[in-house]
């Protein structure tokens, strides 16, 4: 069955340092999204991507995060800076086509900052 | 109902019995509801949705009732399992022209042998 890979498993990072994660999400869907979910709290939506550019961000996107799908298969999340507060696991997922439908989700990147 | 930091409202059940899991949501303009699964260490998975112009859906073991009156989902187990065992998410679509599941804090399902 077709899968979200998500890579790496578990980073551990300096506060201050970029931190790329990467996707590759399912080779015919058109539409990406990253979430992240911090510790036993509520999946929080990040950004949608489609068509090569951002579709929706929400307001924890700021201006330390860019999302990039630089080959056609992968697609990551840069973190330029960062902080303690950004530890979190960091969700891809993936749709079809457009409208509503299955988003299928990775299985995660555990983000931790010292 | 709602929960603060790391407390989950969790529902305990016995292997066989239904489990009904409910949750509201905010936005009554919402055109599209999804429920999710997740177990322990993984990322959400899909179980049922349904839109807006429904009351009821039925997949699979599972149910889903929408009541837009007050804003209220719930999903239905039938003969809950030990692998039914995970934190269930509603989800809900604000619509506007954009899919942008929007999640709500779960509900940790224990099912017991």
């Known amino acids: 069955e077709p899968e979200v890979t998500q890579t790496p498993s578990h980073q551990v990072t300096q506060m201050g340092q970029e931190v790329i994660l990467r996707c590759v999400p399912i080779s015919n869907h058109l539409y990406f999204y990253w979430y992240r979910q911090i510790l036993g709290q509520k999946v929080e939506f990040l950004v949608s991507f489609y068509n090569n550019e951002i579709s929706e961000k929400s307001e924890i996107f700021d201006d330390q995060f860019s999302v990039e799908r630089p080959d056609g298969s992968n697609f990551t999340l840069k973190i330029r800076s960062t902080k303690l507060e950004d530890s979190a696991m960091y969700f891809c997922a993936s749709l079809v086509g457009g409208g509503t439908g299955e988003l299928f989700f990775g299985e995660g990147s555990r983000l931790t900052v010292l | 109902g709602e929960s603060v930091g790391l407390h989950l409202p969790t529902l305990s059940v016995q292997e066989g019995d239904n489990s009904i899991i409910n949750c509201a949501y905010s936005n009554s303009a919402s055109d599209y509801f999804i429920w999710y699964k997740q177990e322990s260490g993984k990322g959400p998975q899909f179980i049922i949705d349904?839109?807006?112009?429904?009351d009821k859906r039925q997949g699979q073991r599972v149910t889903v009732l929408l009541n837009k009156t007050v804003k209220h989902l719930s999903l239905q187990i039938a003969a809950t399992q030990p692998g039914d065992s995970a934190v269930y998410f509603c989800a809900e679509n604000p619509g506007g022209g954009s899919y942008i599941p929007t999640f709500g804090r779960g509900t940790s399902l224990i099912v017991h042998p």
């Open positions: 349904i839109r807006s112009n429904m």
